[in-house]
């Protein structure tokens, strides 16, 4: 059976790359590009544990020994056509010994692939097939063999004066040799795609038809996804550039069947936009404006770093949506890139366990109730976290977890790539069919050289068969910006929402903003904020916000900058408690010379909620760096937060960097780093490194960290050497 599904593109790939290597004049052994990697770690780890109730102590020793070596090469066989391949090689040998227990483990993967790539004027091209193979097991029990295997095809058409079109298929196999029946694997998917685009005088039509056909051969469960999305825009500028117009239709139809028995999982239907907050102490059950950064890359969220508390990522959907599973997908693992960090699957399989996950969702993105989970699986295949809870209808979701500390894989990260979220149907549900039409445009028009305004509309319409849902969303709203003279200006916004849904009551959502912006000299600007939001809910009632902040920016000297924040925020929501909330911020930056900086930082804020003691929180950083010679570099950060009397948060970090060569190919560096979290844990670790490129193409380092965790349980002591050596070629 596996013969076989190499089928017409493994068949086609071969034929053509054997009538190239035929016609071609010079030997294929000559490669044109050639490129070898070979990495070897040697990471070894002691700790000691001590529970503080018994004093009782254990002891584990860990020696990790991994080798990777990769082999790429290119050849071109005739202009135009380029043949390519490799072969990937990882080896993983682990001893633990516990108390005198030793276990040894033995992880091995191999990743032979080969391409096949046609560059021409009109037509693109490219062929692969891929296999890793990995191998798991111990001396104590049976090794299991896991094999995924990849086909991509995809032709990319660009004729002239004519639309240009991608066609794209890729089938993943995923099987294994497991040590038991209930732990077989055998699952198939087939990815078809066909996208057009074309672009006519102001006019713009893309239109993607794609088919995604999943089978567990194990189950007997399939799905198939069929979707058909189109878009049509149209944009141009009327009365000598002062009207402009962008408009936009998108029709977008997804139809799921079902066959067999398996968990029936749709995306939601909306995808929602991405926020995270670096700084999301435990329980995480409320936050406050400001707290979470928006439309920015999750990749700035890493799962495995030092002195970092609790974090949170989430999902801001635009109206209530119901949702039960959500995806966290990782940037993948690149073995062929000197640069990248970002940990294997395999090794973030070993740590999985370790993470303490918690969900939660909101009405207002400020207090945030907790949700019953399922237990997090890690799908070492997909590279992602798969985090179910119950099913839920929100506007909003968060999901927090506490980093894990860097000497579980020293020098590696675990960033994110994205989040997908999902809803389950019913188990008798056998198709399922979503059909959204959104209109969109926007008119902004010059009325003179210092004033324009604009105006913005949105209708969206959602339904999905055979559970007659509905759902319509209807936005407009109006700009204005006028310059007063050299120093004023001003804006003003206002909108209005309103979201129907079938079976509840509508929703309806005003937003009145404006601003004052004042730069009064070159060195010192203002800005004023007013915002007002309505929300009128016919099922919960009616609830408002106001908001006032100001903030002013200095340089007060050269090399000397000063920034002045002040807010207040009064809420009065529909259901819950009114709250007020005042904020104060300052910074300041100082460069007395070339060779040394200071940034200083602090914030407080008050909280008052009706019927509760007034809740108080602030912080202050101090970061100095100093750079006395050019190769000597030293750096200090100091960081407090207090919530209440008994809830501090102090983080100090301290390093020294010397590259004793002008070229930097030796470098030693030694840092310091005291994390104290009344709430968790402290933790204390000293790690010195060194770093030595004897020649362009070799590297080698060597870390090494002791510290200690201690929290009101157990004092973790612990040791950590990881010696890399890397040569490429």
Same mark, same amino acid.
Do not use: C
């Given at each position: 059976m596996r013969l076989l599904v190499l089928s017409f593109i493994s068949t086609t790939l071969i034929f053509l790359a054997s009538v190239a290597i035929f016609i071609s004049p010079q030997p294929l052994w000559a490669a044109d590009s050639f490129r070898l990697v070979a990495d070897e770690e040697y990471y070894v780890t002691d700790q000691r544990v001590t529970t503080k109730a018994t004093g009782e102590t254990t002891n584990t020793k860990s020696e990790d020994f991994k080798q990777l070596y990769s082999l790429d090469m290119t050849k071109e066989?005739?202009?135009?056509?380029?043949?390519?391949?490799?072969?990937?090689?990882?080896?993983?040998?682990?001893?633990?010994?516990?108390?005198?227990?030793?276990?040894?483990?033995?992880?091995?993967?191999?990743?032979?692939?080969?391409?096949?790539?046609?560059?021409?004027?009109?037509?693109?091209?490219?062929?692969?097939?891929?296999?890793?193979?990995?191998?798991?097991?111990?001396?104590?029990?049976?090794?299991?063999?896991?094999?995924?295997?990849?086909?991509?095809?995809?032709?990319?058409?660009?004729?002239?004066?004519?639309?240009?079109?991608?066609?794209?298929?890729?089938?993943?196999?995923?099987?294994?040799?497991?040590?038991?029946?209930?732990?077989?694997?055998?699952?198939?998917?087939?990815?078809?795609?066909?996208?057009?685009?074309?672009?006519?005088?102001?006019?713009?039509?893309?239109?993607?038809?794609?088919?995604?056909?999943?089978?567990?051969?194990?189950?007997?469960?399939?799905?198939?996804?069929?979707?058909?999305?189109?878009?049509?825009?149209?944009?141009?500028?009327?009365?000598?550039?002062?009207?402009?117009?962008?408009?936009?239709?998108?029709?977008?139809?997804?139809?799921?069947?079902?066959?067999?028995? %398996? *968990?029936?999982? /749709?995306? $939601?239907?909306?995808?929602?936009?991405?926020? !995270?907050?670096?700084? +999301? =102490?435990?329980?995480?059950?409320?936050?406050?404006?400001?707290?979470?950064?928006?439309?920015?890359?999750?990749?700035?969220?890493?799962?495995?770093?030092?002195?970092?508390?609790?974090?949170?990522?989430?999902?801001?959907?635009? %109206? *209530?949506?119901? /949702?039960? $599973?959500?995806?966290?997908?990782?940037?993948? !693992?690149?073995?062929? +890139? =000197?640069?990248?960090?970002?940990?294997?699957?395999?090794?973030?399989?070993?740590?999985?366990?370790?993470?303490?996950?918690?969900?939660?969702?909101?009405?207002?993105?400020?207090?945030?109730?907790?949700?019953?989970?399922?237990?997090?699986?890690?799908?070492?295949?997909?590279?992602?976290?798969?985090?179910?809870?119950?099913?839920?209808?929100? =506007?909003?979701?968060?999901?927090?977890?506490?980093?894990?500390?860097?000497?579980?894989?020293?020098?590696?990260?675990?960033?994110?790539?994205?989040?997908?979220?999902?809803?389950?149907?019913?188990?008798?549900?056998?198709?399922?069919?979503?059909?959204?039409?959104?209109?969109?445009?926007?008119?902004?028009?010059?009325?003179?050289?210092?004033?324009?305004?604009?105006?913005?509309?949105?209708?969206?319409?959602?339904?999905?068969?055979?559970?007659d849902e509905k759902r319509t969303l209807l936005s407009n709203g109006a700009r204005l910006n006028h310059i007063f003279n050299e120093v004023f200006v001003g804006n003003l916004s206002l909108s209005r929402a309103t979201v129907t849904e079938r079976g509840q009551g509508d929703e309806t959502g005003h937003l009145f903003s404006s601003s004052l912006m004042a730069n009064y000299l070159p060195t010192f600007n203002q800005v004023l904020t007013y915002s007002f939001t309505h929300r009128d809910d016919e099922d919960e009632g009616s609830g408002t916000t106001n908001s006032l902040l100001l903030r002013n920016n200095l340089d007060l000297y050269t090399g000397w900058s000063l920034t002045l924040d002040g807010a207040y925020t009064m809420q009065e929501p529909a259901k819950g408690e009114n709250s007020d909330s005042l904020f104060f911020r300052v910074g300041s930056n100082v460069t007395p010379n070339r060779w040394m900086n200071f940034s200083l930082f602090y914030d407080k804020r008050w909280t008052n909620i009706d019927g509760q003691a007034e809740i108080r929180e602030e912080s202050g950083e101090a970061i100095i760096s100093w750079v006395p010679l050019a190769s000597l570099s030293l750096y200090a950060d100091f960081f407090v937060k207090k919530r209440q009397s008994d809830d501090t948060v102090t983080r100090q970090k301290y390093s020294v960097s010397w590259a004793p060569f002008r070229d930097g190919t030796l470098r030693f560096s030694i840092a310091y780093s005291i994390d104290n979290n009344s709430v968790s844990s402290d933790t204390t670790t000293l790690t010195p490194t060194i770093f030595w490129r004897p020649n362009k193409k070799t590297q080698l380092s060597l870390n090494y960290s002791i510290g200690k965790r201690e929290d009101d349980f157990e004092r973790v002591d612990f040791k950590t050497a990881l010696l890399t050596l890397r040569a490429f070629y």
């Open positions: 066989l005739m202009p135009n056509l380029t043949l390519g391949g490799g072969f990937g090689f990882t080896q993983l040998n682990a001893e633990i010994k516990n108390d005198g227990e030793k276990e040894t483990t033995k992880n091995t993967s191999q990743r032979p692939y080969v391409q096949l790539l046609l560059d021409s004027s009109n037509l693109d091209s490219v062929s692969s097939y891929g296999k890793n193979t990995i191998e798991r097991g111990n001396f104590s029990s049976e090794s299991s063999k896991r094999y995924t295997e990849e086909y991509i095809q995809t032709f990319n058409w660009k004729p002239v004066q004519l639309p240009e079109s991608d066609f794209t298929y890729i089938r993943n196999l995923a099987y294994n040799e497991p040590t038991s029946q209930e732990l077989k694997l055998d699952r198939q998917s087939d990815l078809y795609q066909l996208e057009t685009r074309y672009d006519y005088k102001n006019y713009s039509f893309n239109y993607i038809h794609s088919r995604s056909d999943i089978n567990d051969n194990v189950t007997g469960f399939e799905n198939r996804l069929t979707g058909d999305h189109g878009f049509v825009s149209y944009s141009n500028s009327f009365y000598d550039g002062k009207v402009t117009f962008n408009g936009r239709v998108r029709a977008k139809r997804d139809e799921v069947k079902f066959w067999g028995e %398996g *968990e029936r999982l /749709v995306p $939601t239907t909306a995808a929602g936009g991405t926020f !995270y907050n670096t700084d +999301d =102490p435990p329980p995480a059950t409320s936050n406050n404006p400001g707290d979470f950064v928006y439309n920015q890359p999750l990749s700035n969220i890493n799962l495995l770093q030092d002195g970092g508390g609790q974090l949170s990522f989430g999902l801001d959907f635009l %109206g *209530e949506v119901q /949702v039960d $599973t959500i995806y966290v997908e990782l940037l993948p !693992y690149d073995l062929n +890139d =000197p640069t990248n960090r970002q940990a294997s699957p395999s090794e973030i399989a070993d740590l999985q366990s370790l993470y303490s996950w918690s969900v939660y969702i909101s009405d207002d993105q400020l207090t945030w109730f907790p949700q019953p989970m399922r237990p997090v699986i890690y799908d070492e295949i997909e590279n992602r976290f798969e985090i179910s809870f119950n099913s839920t209808q929100t =506007p909003y979701m968060k999901i927090a977890v506490t980093p894990l500390p860097t000497f579980y894989l020293p020098g590696k990260e675990i960033r994110l790539a994205q989040l997908r979220p999902f809803r389950t149907l019913p188990s008798d549900t056998s198709e399922f069919t979503t059909t959204d039409v959104t209109t969109t445009f926007n008119i902004n028009w010059a009325m003179s050289p210092k004033t324009t305004s604009g105006y913005d509309f949105i209708y969206r319409q959602e339904e999905t068969d055979p559970f």
